[in-house]
């Protein structure tokens, strides 16, 4: 029997050789169409994750600040949230830049929250539970340190934007922004 084996065995070609090839092929060209396939049906899905034109659009926004006198506070929007300006007087930076951080529940420097001590930009949005504090117009109550109110929950902060009374665990927060000159910036 093991003759007869031998007898139907071509001389010089090894025995399920070229079947394993072409196999092999087979599989790799079926995986490599199979994953393009995959890859060209879901890629409409991934590009639908990314954000709108309009959406980009505003990301950053450029503010005016020459119409802005010392003592104003101007509100701009910024991806749906109030952005507050305020262009400090000399009495405010000095109250700001006084206060010993280390009383403060979320302690930062005044300097840390600026990049000139007369314009100071922030969020506009209460850090507790995502109220508007007061204390942008003439008239809002600005609590006893001068800067904004929240009268939702009564979070109190400071001529720096920093949380000083209330339930507030952090201070108002800073957004990304750049001068783009003297009397502008860019938000975001």
Known sequence: MAQAAQSQVTPGHTPGHEGESRRDFLVLTATALGAVGAVATIWPFIDSLNPAKDTLALSTIEADLSPVQVGQRLTVAWRGKPVFIDHRPPAEIKAAQD???????????????????????????????????????QGDPRGPFGGWFCPCHGSIYD???????????????????????DTAIKIG
């Open 99 to 137: 206060v010993d951080v280390t009383t403060l529940r979320d302690p930062q420097k005044d300097a840390d929250r600026v990049k000139k001590p007369e314009w100071l930009i922030l969020v506009g949005v209460c850090t507790h539970l995502g109220c508007i504090p007061l204390g942008q117009k």
């Open 159 to 181: 001529t720096s934007g920093r949380i000083r009374q209330g339930p507030a665990p952090l201070n108002l927060i800073v957004p990304p922004y750049e001068f783009t000159s």
